[in-house]
């Protein structure tokens, strides 16, 4: 069973930053894509951004050129640097990985990342 820490939520105001981290732990398979995904309230979950295991990224429109997805293989840890964050970015962000030759996913537990304007 894969657990997901996700840290580095909060309140920021407009035009800042904040960074997010996602902790893997007990995957016993290569761990494949990694993902952030967020919710609004009222909205439908929606991906942010993913990065596969060989480093390709891929972005919603509304986070192009403002967040930036990594990830550490080493430590099993995905991150999202958002910079000139906006009010419509507040939301509960949840850590996505998929894992082994089946793609097994996995929820983290979901952060909350307010904006204030």
């Known amino acids: 069973q894969v657990q997901l820490v996700e840290s580095g939520g909060g309140l920021v105001q407009a035009g800042g930053s904040l960074r997010l981290s996602c902790a893997a732990s007990?995957?016993?398979?290569?761990?494949?894509?990694m993902a952030w995904y967020r919710q609004a309230p009222g909205r439908q979950r929606e991906l942010v951004a993913h990065?596969?295991?060989?480093?390709?990224?891929n972005y919603a429109d509304s986070v192009k050129g403002r967040f930036t997805i990594s990830r550490d293989n080493a430590k099993n840890t995905v991150y999202l640097q958002m910079n000139s964050v906006k009010p419509e970015d507040t939301a509960v962000y949840y850590c996505?990985?998929?894992?082994?030759?089946?793609?097994?996913?996995?929820w983290g537990q979901g952060t909350q990342v307010t904006v204030s304007s």
């Open positions: 990065v596969t295991s060989g480093g390709s990224t």
């Open positions: 007990g995957a016993r398979f290569v761990i494949n894509t």
């Open positions: 996505n990985v998929r894992v082994g030759r089946y793609d097994y996913i996995y």
